[in-house]
């Protein structure tokens, strides 16, 4: 029996049922706290064997030998406490468990879990209680209640700081101090091994016994890279026991650092929390759940499943929890900072489907995530000169603004070799520096942010587009200029030549540098002056000539845009097995990844993502033939796919179709399928959650930086509100079945909208049939 189960209407929430150890890594990870400067696996304090235990500070990255990569690294465990009750120890998995339930509200970003436990003689009612504060990015409370229902009994508590935690066996810290402050405030400071960063984790508990607090009998315990208090205790027949805990986290990578040293830091911003306690703490980080988050560009759903609302919100709670947008040296990884799925590396989901949802919604973190790109160039000059090109080529996987390139060269198993396969996206997916001018420019189309494309923004077009102009191959026989070798969005396709979406976003992203150039050499001002000294415009724009004869495959006589040179030729199987199976990835049960290179099987979108983002280049007839195409050859296994293919059957008004994938991307990590969140959340999805609605339904998209909006409601919906900002003005967007409203909720100056190909304008508000 599935032990899930959800608040809906006004609570928001993810409840788990009853305890199964079978599913604790499913429920730590969307169950999962944090507020983008560390997040926090939903770990239960007490230990068990089939868990994994993560507490991730965003920005800090090592790496642990010569032969692996740069990861996120797993920090000291504040969580865990070790709870014996007259000498057993507290475990869910042995006695008698009743009343169970464990929930995350997603509206306050509380999790608690309660339950009543009976061994022996020993019957108690407890209450765990957790938050990572929104308000005091540094901060991490806990709360637990314990009632004796049962007989007279001692209990010992084991809690503090665990410095043994790992990611899956690599230790990156070295052993720091440890220390006791007055009494009672715990402190480590262990250093990561290669990047040499100090994290220093403070933590101090309070007790109350039935309402009065009194400090128990306690002894301090060090161990290697582990301090914590050891506290006796004894409970009565109806005693009540309330413990707070509260501990804080500091980086030597904090932006911001006053003249105090970390340690100090650490210990003032514990002390101010503590002074206020759990239930103060909760309250203002409740406040700034409602302020920065929920009352800003709201989306509400009038759907006959009631799980369609949660869905966004549950998104949009994972998209805040894991987004570092106080700082832009950092940026989202693909688990977030839930897990340690792919290392906590950067990849293009952050351009194509999570920096969206920012950008309309929350522009100062979209800038702090483009901002990101730039810092990161560098290492982009550094991957382009390894390869023998010119300009700025992007790593596949990024971590640390000065780590490069960090995909790892070795991945699974291939079934029929029984050797590690291995990933060459690091070497030859290259898309991905057209995404990231793809991102900067949608950033500049939506905000107008004029400021960050002097500082910013233009140079790295400017320089992507120098790197496509010496990625181009040029092909005597047919006279043109070709890109050869490379993997598109399909990864089930290496070493393949000329993919569509790739030569697309090449020629787009190298046509956007000349218009940049032109704009620049207009002004002559000293934005031009500088990037024309770095770049010098008149040789490149002669570089960039070569984009007129880069070969872009057209649609054949049946329309179809060939993916590339050789797909449409390959061998084609039913996928039917494998798209209507649970599990993902099924299709390497029966071949290695070779095979399937020789087959049109399609990972996820690719012709699909180039209609979908360079929509007004085709027209609905193509878009049909390549979805009637290609979508049966998708096996939807990157959870990515799903929320470019549901958006696009909204625009051809396949509406039953789309309504069909999005609840297939709703549940990725909400629904169900107990094992499928693992290492961690599917960020792009979450991303995409959003982008299905909004850009789907909602009909919301830029085109050649016009503002288009042309709503599809799927027919279990009978109402749609939302809202986001366009070049600084709050919009709110009201769909009905019979036709939409724009409101500007704060705007003096009117806009302009696209609709069907009718511009409007838009003073205050108005109102168009569908």
Known sequence: MVNLDYLTGNKWGIVETSFDSKWLRKFETIMAQGNGYMGVRASLEEAYTNEKRGHFVAGVFNQFGNNEVTELTNVADLVHMEIKINGELLNLSIGKVTNYQRTLNIKTGELHRVFNWELNNIKLAFSFKRIVSLKRLHILAQEVNITNLGDDCTIEIVSGIDGQITNSGSQHFSEGEKHLYDGKYLQMSPVTTNSKVK??????????LNEKCFSPSSRIEMERRKIHNRYFLKL???DFLNIEKISSVHSSRDKNQDDLDIETRSINDLKAAHELGYNQLLEESISEWKEKVWDIAPIKIYSTDPLDQLGIYFAKYHLHIMTPGHDNRMNIGAKGLSGEGYK???????????????IFTHPTIAKSLVEYRYFGLEGAHRKAQENGFLGAQYPWESAWIDDGETTPIWGAADIITGKATKIWSGFIEQHITGDVAYGIKQYFDVTHDEEFMDTYGYEVILDTAKFWASRLEYNENLDRFEINNVIGPDEYKEHINNNA????????NMDLAIKIMDLLYSKQDEVFSRLNNKFNFEKLTIELEKRNKLYLPKPNGELLIPQDDTYLSKKVIDLSSYKDGDQVGSLFHDYNLTQVNDMQITKQADVMLLVYLFENLFNKEIKIANWNYYEPKTTHDSSLSLSTHAALAADLNELELSYDLFKKARD???GKKM???DEGVHAASLGGIWQIIVFGYGGVRVLDGKLRIEPHLPNNWSKLEFGFFWHGQLISVVVSKENFEVILEDGSEAISIVNKG?????????????
Do not use: C, R
């Not at 590396?345 to 949802?357: G, N, Q």
């Open 758 to 770: 009718t511009n409007y304008i838009v003073e205050k508000n108005i109102k168009i049939k569908l």
């Open 236 to 238: 009565k027949n109806q």
């Open 199 to 208: 994290l220093v984790h403070s933590t101090v508990h309070q007790f109350k």
């Open 675 to 677: 094992k499928s969140s």
């Open 344 to 358: 906590g590396h950067t990849f293009w989901d952050t351009e194509i489907f999570m920096l969206p949802y920012f």
């Open 501 to 508: 979406y790739t030569n697309y976003i090449a020629y787009w």
């Open 668 to 670: 990725i990590d909400m």
